[in-house]
């Protein structure tokens, strides 16, 4: 099955080339340390998931490319085109003269409508040349004014014409300390309509990301390509293909599927963190070797302690013993909390990976008591090593993970809207001073019941 | 990708504009080697058959023909323009772009608004509808014009009307030369308070500038030129005040250093919606960021570095050096102290071979110093260019929205009312129809309402943020 994936805006658009290179890249590499057979059906569920084929044997990305001026675009198009592996289609783009302008209302209410049906047509055109579609990545940031709020309008069109299929938002948040003065207006307005229309919200922080750059991957400049590099192989390493079930050979159909069934029981709760280890440069690749005992206890552990890499664990945190009195609400301002998970996904790739043992993610108090722990958590494995790396674990969260990020921004949008600055620019297209309270709203409820998940 | 169309309006507006054309020229030749008319360079240039009589001319892609500038020039004498038109630039503009009088305004606001605004009403709509025509998306009309004469001033703020009223949907950005203390014309702070008003109620966003700041700015390059340190040698092309390298040798003028700094500071203000880079700023992102209330959009800008050093490896000591500047109040190109007043956003536009951490790591470490409003606190907008202007391999534009304008405004009206109060000069307004004595107090009190503006702010700044109670949901 097939996933079509949209890029808008400046920032979909870079990382969309980024993690199409990387999934290609990673479906190439000669160092898969299994077999040919193997490594051919691997290669060959990777292309039906994320490409399709011209008549002159150059895959083409399943992907339609989205932004309101036309600089990013040309340059996505070509840099992919020169790498002479794979490319885009010559006719998936959509572009237009003017961008957004970093304004929300701007890309959802008036770009959204205007260009409505040309985006649509070249998402249908996309659709039809899958021969199943397992459903959609959208790839946005929510600091800007295309990727946020055209992006926001896109995922709500796609809800209505494709409602058996799957939607999944590939959320970048910016860095705390700006890139956007707006970006927390922005963020909230696009946070609280993805909450209605998406059936998943996969984030990657920048700040994050630029941390695994500058301590484990050694970078001294870092570039946004950095980043985003870095980003789009934490999202191969959770979408390439697995094996369907335990003990089998054959790849995974439905990852989109099993990934929602078996992390989004609730539509209250749709946010989703991503981690994966080891994480480094290609030259201290080289020298390393891992194994799953202890790849695992630090994934372990990252989850339990919200690290956003795997070093400068804490590794004091430690879950609740049961028997005692319930944890109770998380406190927002407490630095050492405990991360309490509604479901996790543990993704497994490389040597001897039937070897590993997982118990330690089975624990009970790892889990708020509303779901059992063989239905909370699942795992994915595969032998084929990703990316070069021997062995790679990746974990993808539904747990606290982002409510202290969201409480942030909601609290600078807060303490911005109540001074009412900036509110004329939304205004002038249309939205108004309650569709911003709405969205506090909706959102003050989702970290309220992010909260309280420890009860 | 957009096109924006300048409009240079009295002597300074002119002469500055034709700094801005030379530079612009030069730094599209250094950055487009096969002379293909590309989107960039479309964004303020036409591409024109001249051999074509009228106007079917244009040519929208291939090799460059001929590059016309999509500017209007207009001046009530006829000696700047004139000049402008022979001299090496008269193959960029052409005559139908024009419109000039011959007896002047007569340094005063009334004359070039009311008597030369009417007259030539009609043929200023004719001009700019033809620009509009030949532009694909026209995003920005940039106005460049002095506030203390008379044309520029006048003339200048009357079309900021017809611009708003036949363009609203295109940006409104306007060059103000203020009139420094030592100003020679009398009656510039009554030229200066009736243009502000104008520009309080019809522009999208100001970037004042004063000569005397320019001139400081100059003074300083001079010194460092001059000083021969053991070792360092400027760069060629380098001096951001120097039209050394232009198309043509032109004779150096007086004022010509002043002008390239205000030219370099529109052309890095562009650059990033004209070249590609890992994170654009367009201009509509400009007054979207910086802009938190529509009266409140004058931006104080610092151009750095104003030259460069000789030196090949530069580390990036140098560039965290270039940081440091921006926010210094001798690289402002107004006389003002951002960092002793209250920021209400902050842009930096960074061209060259810089990257994301570079910025992040001095955002940082100047965060401290910085003082920024209560309900903005981390105000940055920031973007990453990746073609550095010419003879530099890295520039910042920094662009604040800070309470440090209010000085400049503050004596302008002291100014004003030294005179006003005396009625000196009055009689030379009056006397021109439809100029009132409430022309006079209603510039005022709007002058003194945005000061007011700035004034509460300002009391913010000693307060402590305050964690204002969220909504509480019921879960």
Redesign the interface.
Known sequence: MSIVTVQLG?CGN?IGFEVFDALFSDSHCPQGLCSKRENEAYQASCKERFFSEEENGVPIARAVLVDM????IN?TLSKAAHSGRWKYGQHSCFCQ???S???WAYGYSVHGPRHEESIMNLIQKEVEKCDSLNGFFIIMSMAG?TGSGLGAFVTQNLQDQYSNSLKMNQIIWP????????QNYNSILTLSHLYQSSDALLVHENDAV?KI??KLMN???????D?NQVLAHQLGSVFQPTYSGEGSFHYRRNPLGDLMENLVPHPEFKMLGVRNIPQMSENSLAYSTFTWAGLLKHLRQMLISNAKMEEGIDWQVRPPLSGLPTRGKMSLNKEFHFNTSIANLVILRGKDVHSAELGAFKDPALYTSWLEPVHAFSVWKTQRAFSKYEKSAALVSNSQFLVKPLDTI???A???F?????I??YTKFGIEEEDFLDS??LL??VI??YC?LGF | ??QSVVIQVGQCGNQIGCCFWDLALREHAAVNQKAIYD?AISSFFRNVDTRVVGDGGSISKGKICSLKARAVLIDMEEGVVNEILQGPLRDVFDSKQLITDISGSGNNWAVGHKVFGSLYQEQILEKLRKSAEHC??L?CFFIIHSMGGGTGSGLGTFLLKVLEDEFPEVYRFVTSIYPSGEDDVITSPYNSMLAMKELNEHADCVLPIDNQSLFDIISKIDLMVNSGKLGTAIKPKSLVTSSAGAFKKRQEKPFDAMNNIVANLLLNLTSSARF?G???M?L??I????????QLHYLVSSLTPLYTLADVNIP?RRLDQMFSDAFSKDHQLIRADPKHSLY??CALMVRGNV????L?RN??RL?PSLRFV?????????S?CSVPPVGHSHSLLALANNTCVKPTFIELRERFTRLYRKRAHLHHYLQIEGMEESCFTEALSSLSALIQEYNQLDATKSMPAEE?P????A?
Not at chain 1, 219 to 225: A, C, D, N, P, T
Request: charged share 20%; net charge neutral.
């Open positions: 400046q870079q001026e036309p600089k990013v340059q003269k003017q961008g302008g970093n304004n004014g860095y705390g300390t700006g890139e956007v003065i707006v630029h750059c500058a970078i001294k400049q870092i570039s946004f390509r980043i909601v609290g600078k807060w303490n911005m109540a001074s009412k600055a900036y004329h620019q506090f709203t003050e409820q309220a019941s309280n | 990708m957009t989107e694909d998306c995003q590609e890992s994170l654009n367009d509509n992102e007054s979207m960021n910086l802009v938190p209330f529509p990036s209400l956003a990257q994301i951490s570079d992040r955002i940082e965060k209560s309900w903005n606190q981390e105000g940055w907008k920031t990453l204002l969220r909504l509480s949901v879960v």
